[in-house]
């Protein structure tokens, strides 16, 4: 198979053990296919490079980048944060529901918003013939 990128000895980042091993990254569609070397559309050579896995920022407060989530994102992902936790509590305390919506809404292309207006659950309730079911 003929991947489109194969990144050679680059530096990768093992998770399971935290050491960094010397390997080639093969990519094809977007996705790593392969931790080997594979015939490529494009070789890299990546012996000077570090290779991690997505950074995530487990608690981030959006509004104090004094960006949008869009353009946070487009600020963070080029350098390795892909993910992230954002606390909305400023924006909500300044700008309410509608501010956190706005947020929401703002998201980098190829990013689909949550189901808007999804109503929450109905709240069951025992039923009287017998208080341990519910309806
Ligand atoms: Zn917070």
Redesign the pocket.
Known sequence: MTVDVCLRGGRVFDVFSGAFRRLDVSIAAGRIVSLTQRAARETIDARRLWIVPGLVGA?V?LKSSHLSPAQFARAVVPRGTTTVIA?P?EVANVCGLAGVRAGLASRPAGHSPPAAGRRRPRRRRPTRSHPSTVE
């Open positions: 608690h407060h606390d509590h």
